[in-house]
């Protein structure tokens, strides 16, 4: 029971190129969500997915996409990456929105 | 600004000394959960505490919800340097479907 995994560990990107992160749960959690954590600032909610298919804006989605097309996985798109998007970004699950959420390790994301 | 402040923001003391952590908003929460995250890591849940004036006690570590769903403490006794880490707390308004995040108290004990 591998729980979140999260692919890749660290990234380099220069401005303008794009990439996808990957996340993963085998625990057949309904919720995902993708954070991004800045220092200071904790965590911050950047899209989520409360089922198979279905996507939601969260308090930064700007210059993100998402998509949800099987329950297990929760994708997370870069189009046209730039330098305030360096952060660590950490994806979750979870059976319903109050519940616990386990989180995976984390993406460390570097624009140059 | 976020929905839940936290204080301090940075908190240093010696091995054995007792610390507390501070929640606050002005939101109500149907409940309210605190996670440690070491570095490197993710987040990982210590509780959840759902009822207005419930406390939670985790070995060397308390957890109080305020009795008007507003606000939440994290006591920690003779803390040990284990005890090292950032500290979230995150509410669920119970309106909505997702947790609201604070920005996190960084602990460190020294030994």
């Known amino acids: 029971n591998a729980g979140v995994t999260q692919t890749p560990k660290f990234r380099v990107l220069k401005t303008g190129q794009s990439m996808t992160l990957l996340c993963a749960q085998d625990?057949?959690?309904?919720?995902m969500y993708w954070y991004r954590q800045d220092p200071g600032m904790g965590l911050r909610l950047i899209h989520y997915s409360v089922g198979e298919g279905t996507t939601a804006k969260g308090e930064v989605p700007d210059g993100y996409n998402v998509s949800r097309l099987k329950k297990q996985n929760f994708l997370l798109g870069l189009e046209s990456a730039a330098p305030s998007q360096t952060s660590v970004y950490f994806c979750?699950?979870?059976?319903?929105?109050?519940?616990?959420?386990?989180f995976g390790p984390g993406t460390r994301l570097t624009v140059t | 600004t976020q929905l839940l402040e936290q204080s301090p923001q940075f908190l240093s003391i010696q091995e054995g000394e007792n610390l507390t952590v501070y929640c606050n908003s002005s939101s109500v929460f149907s409940s309210l959960q605190w996670y440690r995250q070491e570095p490197g890591e993710g987040p990982v849940l210590l509780v959840t505490v759902v009822t207005g004036g419930e406390v939670k006690k985790l070995k060397r570590l308390t957890f109080q919800f305020g009795d008007a769903r507003k606000d939440s403490s994290l006591h920690i006794t003779a803390a040990q340097p284990g005890d090292t880490g950032l500290y979230l707390c995150a509410g669920d308004r119970g309106n909505d479907y997702k947790l609201s995040f604070g920005a996190g108290t960084t602990v460190t004990v020294r030994a």
């Open positions: 979750a699950s979870s059976w319903t929105s109050g519940d616990e959420q386990y």
């Open positions: 625990m057949n959690h309904e919720y």
